[in-house]
């Protein structure tokens, strides 16, 4: 089975045209009441801390600084709103989760924001799980995936980071996360494999996107 299976052609196109536009950020929202109204397609970046959630984004977006990125994890402590120029998406960059070294009540309210959102937002079509492509899914990835099945929201991992393991050990992470997602009731049984540094993936990602606008 391949990991990346070639997008049609006619949803690599629209892809391209619907990311070719600007992108802007709107807001940063820290309770589920500050969130825009539900009125077009959204699609949330979920994963833990810096996994590269924001930078997939800018990568996406091909807009260098859009979402802030960091080498610290906990950079994004927030659900950070960004919507397309004449398209009716928006894209949610959130707070990462497993972060441990934040104040406990910080973490707390992170995790109920993370919660409240993935598993309670009528609009949310698609949440993009990222998992670190030299590790795999890790425990809070499979809770999240969990939660997500409960819940029938669709999701797909994407593995990022491409461009720092190994072929083999990238192989290896392919097959243990393809098994990870198997049997999962909500989760796309395709995976994306990326890399925001040499933009492994993104015309995948850019097309799948624009195919769930269109549908
Ligand atoms: P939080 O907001 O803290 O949850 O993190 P995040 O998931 O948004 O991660 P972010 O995009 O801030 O990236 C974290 C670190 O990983 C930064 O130092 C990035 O430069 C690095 N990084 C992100 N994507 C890639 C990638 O594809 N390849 C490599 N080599 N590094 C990456
Ligand atoms: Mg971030």
């Known amino acids: 089975m391949t990991d990346t299976a070639p997008a049609p052609e006619r949803d690599t196109e629209a892809g391209r045209l619907l990311f070719a536009r600007p992108f802007i ?28 959630k924001s930078s997939l984004i800018n990568a996406l977006v091909g807009m260098t600084g859009l979402a802030r990125t960091s080498n610290t994890p906990g ?35 992170w995790t109920k924001l993370i919660h409240a959102y993935l598993t309670g937002r009528p609009n949310l079509r698609r949440v993009y799980v990222l998992v670190d492509g030299r590790h795999g899914p890790r425990a809070n990835d499979l809770t999240v995936m969990n939660e997500l099945d409960a ?17 083999a050990e990238l192989d290896k992470v392919i097959g243990a996360t393809q098994a990870a997602i198997a049997k999962r009731p909500a989760a796309h049984p395709e995976l994306i494999v990326t890399s925001s540094q040499t933009r492994a993936g993104m015309e995948q ?10 549908s």
Not at 159 to 167: E, F, G, I, V
């Open 75 to 109: 950079r994004t402590q927030e659900l950070n709103i960004f919507e397309a120029a004449d398209a009716p998406l928006r894209i949610v960059d959130m707070p990462g989760y497993g972060f441990a070294q934040a104040p406990k009540d910080k973490v707390a309210q």
């Open 151 to 167: 819940a029938a929201v669709s999701y797909q991992v994407v593995l990022t980071k491409a461009d720092k393991p190994s072929k």
């Open 25 to 52: 950020f709107v807001k940063g929202c820290v309770t589920i009441a500050d969130l825009p109204p539900a009125d077009r397609t959204e699609v949330a970046f979920a994963g833990r801390s810096n996994v590269g």
């Open 205 to 214: 990602l850019r097309a799948e996107i624009a195919a769930l606008l269109a």
